[in-house]
Structure formats: structure tokens, C-alpha cells
């Protein structure tokens, strides 16, 4: 693993390069780059959705996926390198399949809406689906392990289902998408 930080301010990205973990330079747009950068938004957008109650199983989960998001970032910084683990896929799964069987079954599409923790989840899903491409694009140019993109993959899936869960977190629900087929539903019920 390459050194800490110790100065930011380096100038040496000045060319349009940057530094990667094994010390090799690439330019700033390589797609390695452009999957670390979304992995590191990814991480961002999360802090902020801790900024928001949430319920302490949502935080502590939350938590721990940003610290798995930096050994992703930090494997994707160093080809050939190995730092997310399958148990961190695992532990996606299992909480996937806690939230969501908590869950009344949805009848419509969804808007990413509701309360400012969900509309925020939402936002986290989006980007880890952007960084899971980013991770794709990487992967058809050089070898990349699969738990990276296991791990984006499931994180969007789990973003979803926990916007839902924050949806409810005091009596609300989903927003549902108006489609005529809704409209058509609650006519008939009606």
C-alpha cells in the first residue's frame, strides 16, 4: 500500500495525472481514475445520508459500507490488489434480505421522493449504479475481481430498499409513479 497523505497540495497532478497505490501514474481521466472518483462520490453522498436520522441498524450498517467502500477504493487504486472481502458481499445480502422482508411488496414503480433520508438514499443508489458501471468499463479493460462489482451491484439494491425503509420511518410511505395502470387499479377499486 502506498504512503498516507501527509501533504494534499502536491502539484503533481498538475500534468494531468495522478498517482495511483503501486505509484504508477495514469491520466486523470483513465478509467481506473473515473471508478475510484465514483466510488469516493458514492462514499460522500452515504456521509450525508448519515447526516439525516436514521435508525441505529441503518447507521451502524451505513457505517460499516463506507468503511468497505474505502477498501474498494483502495483495491481499485492498486492493480492485482485484494481488499474487499466476499463476506462484505455477504453482509449485503443478508441485510438486502432483513430490510426487505420487512417490506409490503410494491404494486408500481417508485419515484426517488418522500422524505429527505429516502430522496437521499436514492441519490446514494444512483451513483453506486455509476460506479458499478465505471467498475464494468474497467473490468472489459483490465482484470478486475468480481467482488467489486458483486458489492456495487448489491449497495444499489440495498440503497433501494432502504429509501423505502426511511419512507416509513415515521408512518409514510413510497411515492408511487402515477402510471395509467395505477390510475386504471384505483378507478376500479373505487
Known amino acids: 500500500m502506498g504512503k498516507r497523505l501527509t501533504q494534499i497540495a502536491t502539484r503533481t497532478g498538475d500534468d494531468g495525472t495522478t498517482g495511483l ?4 501514474r495514469v491520466p486523470k481521466n483513465h478509467l481506473r481514475v473515473q471508478a475510484l ?5 458514492l462514499n460522500s453522498h452515504i456521509g450525508l445520508l448519515l447526516c439525516e436520522p436514521v ?13 468497505q467502500l474505502f477498501n474498494l477504493g483502495g483495491e481499485l487504486s492498486i492493480p492485482g490488489f485484494e481488499l474487499l472481502k466476499e463476506a462484505a458481499v455477504l453482509q449485503l445480502d443478508q441485510a438486502l434480505a432483513t430490510h426487505n422482508a420487512a417490506l409490503p411488496r410494491l404494486q408500481e414503480f417508485i419515484l426517488p421522493a418522500g422524505t429527505r433520508a429516502a430522496a437521499q438514499a436514492h441519490i446514494c443508489r444512483t451513483v453506486a ?23 456495487l451491484n448489491r449497495l444499489s439494491d440495498l440503497m433501494f430498499v432502504l429509501s423505502r425503509v426511511l419512507n416509513r420511518m415515521d408512518g409514510g ?7 395509467e395502470r395505477l390510475a386504471r387499479s384505483e378507478a376500479e377499486n373505487a
Do not use: C, F, M
Request: hydrophobic share 35%; proline share 4%.
Open 21 to 24: 497505490g503501486d505509484n504508477t
Open 37 to 41: 472518483g465514483d466510488v469516493d462520490e
Open 173 to 179: 410511505d413510497d411515492v408511487y409513479w402515477k402510471s
Open 129 to 151: 449504479r455509476r460506479a458499478e458501471r465505471a467498475v464494468v468499463a474497467l473490468g472489459n479493460q483490465e482484470a478486475v475481481r468480481e467482488a467489486p462489482r458483486h458489492y
Open 55 to 67: 435508525p441505529t441498524e441503518v447507521r451502524e450498517l451505513l457505517i460499516d459500507v463506507q468503511h
